[in-house]
């Protein structure tokens, strides 16, 4: 199964490689080799690799969680040339060449590239790759949703999903989990109102009965749906205001209660 392709050149391809209850591993490839983000599991892309005779030229990590990173060591026991490009610190185990901010990823073998954005909150080491009209996200940014705050703060994320919202509207959103439906459930809690998040909700709903994935979205839906990134509309303040039962007047309270309130939800 092939999704939306944002600009990339032609015959470069997305497919999405399920793993564990509800992740995606992100697969990018011609007609002979693939560059795979986020690998939780390396059977899955073993599979993919061989059922479309694809050779494996680069790996991709977004953070450090076990279920973004645990197929590495598989995948590079047979190719350990195989460059896999990620987090900055040492602490991801089989990460040949570490990247921050700014820094430009060339994937040769694809003709593409992709340039580094630091996203910290879900992880404080997490970051996302950008380019080609796309971007993968890892579990920052969510379809309708966000990542939780295990490491970093309430406005390390805000900060964060700020960088991404400013991306173009039209740029693909490729996160690495199923959450959809689960996040639109929230969503509609804030604002049931929403007339777009009502028509995007019925939009996810026909596409999870026939098994497929709900992702890639874009940013300008996001912008319109996803309340992480509508913090300055009222009926979003007014809504966390309500969770809080206080006046919160400052876009990182809004948020932090709006990711507390989802916690609990």
């Given amino acids: 199964m092939t999704v939306a392709q944002g600009k990339l050149p032609d015959g470069v391809t997305v497919s999405p490689v399920r793993a564990f209850s509800d992740n995606y591993i992100w697969c990018l490839h011609n007609n002979t080799h693939v560059v795979v983000v986020d690998p939780g599991e390396a059977q899955?892309?073993?599979?993919?690799?061989?059922?479309?005779?694809?050779?494996?030229?680069?790996?991709?990590?977004?953070?450090?969680?076990?279920?973004?990173?645990?197929?590495?060591?598989?995948?590079?026991?047979?190719?350990?040339?195989?460059?896999?490009?990620?987090?900055?610190?040492?602490?991801?185990?089989?990460?040949t060449q570490s990247v921050v901010q700014g820094d430009t990823v060339s994937l040769a073998d694809l003709k593409c590239e992709f340039s580094v954005i630091e996203v910290p909150g879900h992880t404080l080491d997490h970051l996302a790759f950008a380019g080609q009209g796309l971007v993968f996200c890892g579990d920052?940014?969510?379809?309708?949703?966000?990542?939780?705050?295990?490491?970093?703060?309430?406005?390390?994320?805000?900060?964060?999903?700020?960088?991404?919202?400013?991306?173009?509207?039209?740029?693909?959103?490729?996160c690495a989990h199923e959450y959809t439906q689960s996040n639109i459930r929230f969503a509609k809690a804030v604002e049931p109102e929403n007339q777009e998040l009502q028509d995007y909700a019925l939009g996810v709903e026909n596409q999870r009965k026939d098994d497929k994935p709900t992702i890639p979205s874009d940013i300008k839906t996001q912008k319109?749906?996803?309340?992480?990134?509508?913090?300055?509309?009222?009926?979003?303040?007014?809504?966390?205001?309500?969770?809080?039962?206080?006046?919160?007047?400052d876009e990182v309270s809004i948020f932090a209660s709006l990711r507390k309130w989802k916690d609990e939800f």
Avoid: W
């Fill in 224 to 249: 319109a749906v996803n309340p992480f990134l509508r913090v300055n509309e009222p009926n979003v303040v007014a809504a966390a205001n309500s969770f809080s039962n206080q006046a919160l007047n």
């Fill in 44 to 95: 899955p892309v073993l599979t993919f690799c061989r059922e479309n005779s694809l050779t494996l030229s680069a790996i991709l990590i977004t953070h450090h969680h076990h279920d973004h990173t645990g197929g590495i060591e598989k995948l590079i026991s047979t190719r350990p040339d195989i460059p896999v490009i990620g987090p900055r610190g040492g602490h991801i185990r089989g990460v």
């Fill in 140 to 174: 920052t940014l969510f379809a309708a949703g966000c990542g939780r705050l295990f490491e970093g703060s309430a406005a390390q994320m805000l900060h964060s999903l700020n960088k991404l919202q400013r991306l173009p509207d039209d740029t693909l959103v490729y």
